[in-house]
């Protein structure tokens, strides 16, 4: 069995500070961990993703993650945090030898105060 | 290139009815799959299609069923709506199912709402 766990269902920055958005994963296989994010009303929108290359990944937007497996950790960070950046952001897992069924977090709304 | 399309943006029905949901995939995408969101149950996968045939399907009740088309278009149906059918329905594609480093794209959902 597969498992997401995104470790805080809300994040609260100020603008122009540093945001850290935590994911630990559990799989039995070699995973692929991807980073969504969600602004209302609209679909997902990939930041970045790990597929076992580099261990630190660079997404859009200033966005990146390190994959950390003595951790189970993927979390994601971007040093300075903008007002565009609140939304809602989905840590998801595919693990290779399984049947490439997505696995969800259950989401972190990121909230960015001027 | 276009994006992912799904149609209609909003739904209202009503418990008893059933209900078909619509996706065109991006124009060289041939795998398309289907997610339900909900508040309480976050985002689960519902199934994915590839040429015309369904790889992968989630844990959902035989209410819930899809299918591709030959131009990659999926449907899918729900019969009998409860109310806990309420959600975001979810289509994304990608060109090639089960290849982890191909990016799925998302289209911007369907609401449904069952009165």
């Known amino acids: 069995a597969q498992s997401v766990t995104q470790l805080d269902s809300h994040v609260s920055v100020s603008e122009g500070t540093p945001v850290l958005l935590r994911c630990n994963y559990s799989?039995?296989?070699?995973?692929?961990l991807f980073w969504y994010v969600q602004h209302p009303n609209k679909g997902l929108q990939l930041l970045l993703k790990y597929t076992s290359a580099a261990t630190l990944v660079k997404g859009i937007n200033g966005f990146e993650a390190e994959f950390k497996k003595s951790e189970t950790s993927f979390h994601l960070t971007k040093p300075s945090a903008h007002m565009s950046d609140a939304a809602e952001y989905f840590c998801?897992?595919?693990?290779?030898?399984?049947?490439?069924?997505?696995?969800f977090g259950r989401g972190t709304s990121l909230i960015v105060h001027p | 290139k276009a994006g992912v399309t799904q149609t209609p943006r909003y739904l209202i029905k009503t418990r008893g009815q059933q209900v078909t949901l619509s996706c065109s995939p991006i124009?060289?995408?041939?795998?398309v799959s289907w997610y339900q969101q909900t508040p309480g149950q976050g985002l689960q996968f519902l199934f994915e299609y590839f040429s015309e045939t369904q790889r992968n399907k989630g844990n959902f009740p035989g209410r819930f069923s899809g299918r591709q088309f030959s131009n990659s278009r999926s449907e899918m149906n729900v019969s009998t709506l409860e109310l806990g059918d309420s959600a975001l329905y979810l289509c994304?594609?990608?060109?090639?199912?089960?290849?982890?480093?191909?990016?799925?794209?998302f289209g911007p959902g369907t609401r449904l709402t069952v009165l």
């Open positions: 799989s039995s296989y070699s995973p692929s």
């Open positions: 998801v897992l595919f693990a290779s030898g399984g049947s490439y069924i997505p696995t």
């Open positions: 124009s060289g995408h041939r795998s």
């Open positions: 994304a594609s990608t060109t090639t199912p089960g290849v982890v480093t191909d990016t799925q794209y």
